[in-house]
């Protein structure tokens, strides 16, 4: 009888596992480590990525440094090809030193990665990163407060780190963030379905940490680790009251 129950446990335990891996196989693909040019994700005959209205009320976040200060604007929308989550930044620089970065987080391969279908470039695994300067034209982008850039540059680079976690968008040489500048639209297209507050930086010879809108874990996935360890606890408690029974 003992042995029929941990069977069972087991086999539930191992069925959670199972149901986990087609998600986790489908993700299991390496970041983006090497510094490339941004996507352009400007409404084109290919269509836009962003169709609709933004899913949150805009996070406004203030940047300070001992060296400059700034705010930065996220929210999130959905992704009119792929159904799932786009992640839009904005940056305005107030006072103090041109800004030579933005990174945003979490962008963990488990959460983001995907193959995009990419309208505009070639389809691949990970998350397409690129920027756009055409707000006035978008009604969803409005509505979330965001506005035309007053910068003279976009970011020339854009990367991830060796983790996944961090996309970064560069702003080097000449093409740094000066005060009273915006940014054009910072996007991160993603295959997550999820979203909460994450973690950014703003950074120069300093770095401001601001709040910013990430993905976050599938509740799919934290549903079947919570099976799987309701699994443990039940075949140890077995296991303990059968031999106290003996």
Not at 7 to 13: E, L, S, T
Not at 221 to 239: E, Q, S, T
Request: one cysteine or more; charged letters at 15%.
């Amino acid at each position: 009888m003992v042995m029929i129950y941990c069977k069972r446990i087991a086999m539930i335990f191992l069925g959670g596992l199972l149901l986990a891996i087609p998600s986790l196989q489908a993700v299991v693909l390496p970041p983006v480590t090497v510094a490339v040019a941004p996507d352009d994700f400007t409404a084109s005959g290919a269509g836009d990525i962003i169709a609709g209205g933004p899913l949150a009320v805009t996070l406004v976040s203030p940047a300070v440094s001992t060296t400059f200060t700034g705010v930065i604007k996220s929210n999130v929308y959905h992704d009119s090809f792929t159904g799932d989550l786009d992640f839009v930044y904005q940056y305005t620089a107030l006072t103090g030193e041109t800004i030579g970065k933005i990174t945003v987080a979490n962008f963990n391969p488990s959460i983001a990665d995907g193959i995009f279908a990419d309208p505009f470039g070639v389809g691949g695994p990970g998350v397409d990163v690129g920027i756009r300067n055409d707000v006035a034209v978008n009604a969803g982008l409005l509505a979330a407060g965001f506005i035309p850039s007053l910068g003279p540059n976009p970011p020339n680079t854009v990367d991830r780190s060796n983790a996944g976690a961090v996309v970064e968008f560069n702003f080097e040489g000449p093409f740094g963030i000066p005060p009273g500048a915006t940014t054009e639209l910072l996007i991160v297209r993603t295959h997550a379905t999820t979203f909460t507050t994450g973690k950014g930086g703003i950074i120069d010879s300093q770095t401001a940490n601001v709040n910013v809108y990430a993905p976050s874990p599938e509740p799919r996935l934290v549903g079947l680790a919570a099976i799987g360890l309701l699994g443990l606890v039940a075949f140890f408690f077995r296991r303990r009251k059968v031999q106290v029974t003996e």
